[in-house]
């Protein structure tokens, strides 16, 4: 947020909006943004971001910097009628987090901030609208995100299946786009915020600052990624670029999305996986095939119950005997083409002496243990990363959905 303070820049910009300081830039039910609060906003968007400040770029800039004031004041006041509340704590670790990512103490940011003429008001009132609208999100949507085994197996297999395939570190920006008669100006913005990136404002700084994606607090880093792992519009993008390069604003569904290649190698992960070696002990827990739901269900929490008791592979068979019909099987030394799919998503992501979910087969439920385990040559997402992607993009896409419903439904006067 505070990555490149062009501090001079801004100063120039005071005579210019010192006559619109005391107009009203919006009203957004009821409420009023001043020229005063976008004046601010816009002297710490362009001190963070390292954006230059010619009157194009402040023309073009101003429409999306009003629209995140617009944003914020509706997040604000959904946070409001939900009663959640950020206390001056949580302010100040944000800020000094943010400090500590850009080598600053508190102090020297509040000093910086000084230098431009900037309130540090502004940063907090940011600070606090993006830790009240987090905590909202997380109290509406956390515990109705639900992310399965099967998925997270469904995406480690996929992982596998394309690892042989470059991989990309991805940083982005997204803009979104709520109606057809936004999609102009969106695109004009993404476009000048390219321009500027090209011309040495950082990648990072101007996603803190511009991108609504969830990625935007971590400067818009989306990690390593895959062809497939991504929308198709940005996969194809993806295989023209060069690391270092940056994409024009490209068109998905939702808004306008902006690219930045930052890395690509080349791997044979997914061939090293599937000749990597593990050794396995599992315990079976029979199923016949005529078994009903709650049979199914009864075993299922057998086995479920039963990985709490076991200690890597040292007392498999003890486990195994607590549970009557429970079958210890040791299988030895195996490579991973050798195993199922089910089972290879199940134990490759696994260390030594972990032990899988049960797995579900014709014969029953497994449980997997790891007793020893090859070194892979490219390291492997665990089953918790993958698990904690699949959760961000779920909750990323339900408060875009939430933000754009509390931009229907508001009264909004944009002067």
């Known amino acids: 947020m505070l990555a490149c303070l062009g501090l001079l820049i801004v100063g120039s910009l005071s005579a210019a909006w010192a006559q619109s300081v005391q107009r009203i830039a919006a009203i957004v039910n009821d409420e009023v943004i001043s020229g005063y609060d976008l004046q601010q906003r816009m002297s710490l968007v362009l001190s963070s971001s390292g954006l230059q400040p010619s009157p194009e770029a402040l023309k073009r800039l101003e429409p999306q910097v009003l629209r995140t004031l617009v944003d914020e004041r509706l997040q604000l006041q959904e946070a409001q009628r939900n009663e959640i509340e950020v206390d001056s704590r949580e302010i100040a670790e944000a800020i000094a987090n943010i400090g500590a990512r850009n080598n600053l103490s508190p102090e020297q940011i509040e000093s910086f901030l000084n230098q431009a003429g900037i309130d540090l008001m502004t940063l907090r009132r940011q600070v606090y609208a993006e830790l009240a609208w987090n905590k909202l999100i997380g109290q509406r949507f956390g515990a109705r995100v639900y992310i399965s085994d099967e998925q997270v197996d469904a995406a480690y297999n996929r992982f596998l299946e394309n690892s042989s395939k470059p991989q990309y570190r991805v940083a982005e920006i997204f803009l979104s786009v709520d109606s057809p008669d936004q999609d102009e100006e969106v695109r004009r913005t993404g476009q000048r915020l390219v321009e500027q990136i090209i011309a040495g404002a950082p990648f990072d700084a101007v996603a803190q600052q511009f991108s609504q994606s969830s990625t935007a607090a971590n400067g818009g880093d989306v990690g390593w990624v895959q062809e497939g792992q991504l929308a198709a519009e940005l996969d194809q993008q993806l295989l023209k670029m060069r690391p270092g390069s940056v994409?024009?604003?490209?068109?998905?569904?939702?808004?306008?999305?902006?690219?930045?290649?930052?890395?690509?190698?080349?791997?044979?992960?997914?061939?090293?996986?599937?000749?990597?070696?593990?050794?396995?002990?599992?315990?079976?827990?029979?199923?016949?095939?005529?078994?009903?739901?709650?049979?199914?269900?009864?075993?299922?929490?057998?086995?479920?119950?039963?990985?709490?008791?076991?200690?890597?592979?040292?007392?498999?068979?003890?486990?195994?005997?607590?549970?009557?019909?429970?079958?210890?099987?040791?299988?030895?030394?195996?490579?991973?083409?050798?195993?199922?799919?089910?089972?290879?998503?199940?134990?490759?992501?696994?260390?030594?002496?972990?032990?899988?979910?049960?797995?579900?087969?014709?014969?029953?439920?497994?449980?997997?243990?790891?007793?020893?385990?090859?070194?892979?040559?490219?390291?492997?997402?665990?089953?918790?990363?993958?698990?904690?992607?699949?959760?961000?993009?779920?909750?990323?896409?339900?408060?875009?959905?939430?933000?754009?419903?509390?931009?229907?439904?508001?009264?909004?006067?944009?002067?």
């Open 247 to 415: 994409s024009a604003p490209i068109r998905t569904i939702g808004g306008y999305y902006i690219i930045a290649l930052l890395d690509r190698r080349e791997t044979a992960a997914g061939a090293d996986a599937m000749r990597s070696k593990v050794s396995l002990k599992q315990i079976l827990f029979p199923l016949s095939p005529e078994a009903d739901q709650n049979e199914i269900s009864r075993t299922a929490n057998k086995a479920q119950r039963a990985t709490s008791t076991l200690r890597g592979c040292s007392n498999v068979e003890e486990v195994a005997a607590m549970f009557p019909g429970a079958t210890p099987i040791d299988i030895g030394k195996v490579a991973g083409s050798q195993l199922t799919a089910n089972f290879r998503g199940a134990v490759m992501s696994l260390r030594r002496g972990e032990v899988s979910a049960p797995v579900r087969s014709a014969n029953g439920f497994h449980l997997l243990i790891v007793c020893d385990k090859e070194e892979e040559l490219v390291e492997l997402p665990s089953r918790n990363d993958i698990h904690n992607r699949l959760f961000n993009q779920q909750i990323g896409m339900m408060q875009r959905r939430y933000l754009r419903d509390l931009r229907r439904d508001a009264v909004v006067e944009i002067r």
